[in-house]
């Protein structure tokens, strides 16, 4: 059941960054005055992401073993969100950069799920 709430959670997740996260910040990012080798790394770094929360709504929803590194990733993203915001603008940054709470909250859902896969005699 976590598992499912994990993967519903990373599907959300995947269409605010694709719908509302192109606008809010891929479309500037490529409006910038940037150098080309620039813009086209964070161009695909962005998709990149794309794919990367997509494909965890199927490692989620699949609740095998990968579970496990894509809930780690999932807090790991979490962590970085988090160090960015506070360096750019101290406890503020995390208000301004919220990412970081869907990313650790579906990651540990992630790990809690497996780790009730897991346990002997869990159901």
């Known amino acids: 059941m976590l598992s499912k709430t994990a993967s519903t959670l990373a599907l959300l997740t995947a269409v605010v960054h694709v719908l509302i996260g192109g606008e809010d910040a891929l479309a500037p990012m490529l409006a910038a005055e940037l150098a080309t080798p620039a813009k086209g790394a964070m161009h695909a ?6 794919v990367f929360l997509i494909w965890s709504v199927v490692v989620f929803w699949m609740a095998d073993r990968t579970v496990l590194h894509f809930g780690l990733l999932w807090i790991a993203s979490a962590l970085v969100f988090m160090y960015v915001g506070l360096r750019q603008d101290g406890v503020y940054g995390l208000v301004t950069n919220p990412q970081w709470t869907i990313l650790g909250a579906t990651g540990g859902i992630a790990l809690l799920s497996f780790s009730r896969q897991t ?3 869990s159901v």
């Open 119 to 121: 346990r002997p005699g």
């Open 45 to 50: 770094c962005w998709h990149i992401v794309s």
